[in-house]
């Protein structure tokens, strides 16, 4: 049963363009939706959350919206950086339960 | 910064081994998991703990055992390795009444079994 989708295994952006990164829920009872960045050899390091009372968080380049009603999110990278370039991860948690996507590998030219 | 370690980070063996993947985190974090990850595929939670000597079955079935004995030492049990337990092994903590039960992970151990 796989709660969390990201649809896009792969997204390839230029540099100073914007990124937008999908991801779909099915489980209701998130009360958090999280991303996460992962570089090759290393583990998934947190990058950005959101509440699911919310339906935008935004820090720095980085901005997350939910859309409830769609069961939908997004992350947004602006102006987007070749040092963004890793496999992001879309999780939906509840207290002590989270599920993740399957991840999208982002690629920024320069 | 969070400090969680895995060790070995990477380990080819045979089958038929027994291995143990060790875990250690310095946050005091009451929280403790292990994920399973293959290329492009979601992470997999395979086993997970609330504090000392609780030890639960994550969604994943896996063969492999935990034991936490100590609230920093959360270490991953193979019997008997099988070609088909080749993987990325992932350990992560949290706190239990932390915000957004965000979840700090190690680096990792990428095993294959020969």
């Known amino acids: 049963d796989q709660q969390v989708k990201q649809n896009s295994p792969s997204l390839s952006v230029q540099e100073g363009r914007i990124s937008i990164l999908n991801c779909d829920y099915t489980?209701?009872?998130?009360?958090?939706f999280l991303w996460y960045k992962k570089y090759p050899a290393e583990g998934p390091t947190f990058l950005i959350s959101i509440s699911s009372i919310k339906d935008k968080n935004e820090d720095g380049r980085f901005t997350v919206f939910l859309n409830k009603s769609a069961k939908h999110l997004s992350l947004h990278i602006v102006p987007s950086q070749p040092g963004d370039s890793a496999v992001y991860f879309c999780a939906g948690s509840k207290t002590s339960d989270m599920r993740f996507g399957a991840g999208t590998r982002l690629t920024v030219k320069p | 910064e969070a400090d969680i370690y895995q060790t070995p980070r990477y380990l080819v063996i045979g089958t038929g081994k027994k291995i143990t993947l060790e875990c250690s985190q310095t946050?005091?974090?009451?929280?403790m998991y292990w994920y399973q990850q293959d290329p492009g595929m979601e992470l997999h939670l395979i086993h997970y703990s609330y504090g000392v000597n609780s030890t639960e079955k994550g969604d994943l079935s896996s063969e492999s055992t935990v034991s936490r004995i100590r609230t920093e030492h959360f270490p991953l049990t193979l019997e008997s390795a099988r070609p088909s337990h080749t993987s990325q092994y992932l350990c992560?903590?949290?706190?239990?009444?932390?915000?957004?039960?965000?979840?700090?992970f190690g680096p990792g151990t990428r095993l294959t079994v020969l």
């Open positions: 992560a903590s949290s706190f239990s009444s932390g915000k957004y039960n965000e979840q700090f």
């Open positions: 946050m005091g974090h009451d929280k």
């Open positions: 489980n209701s009872m998130f009360d958090y």
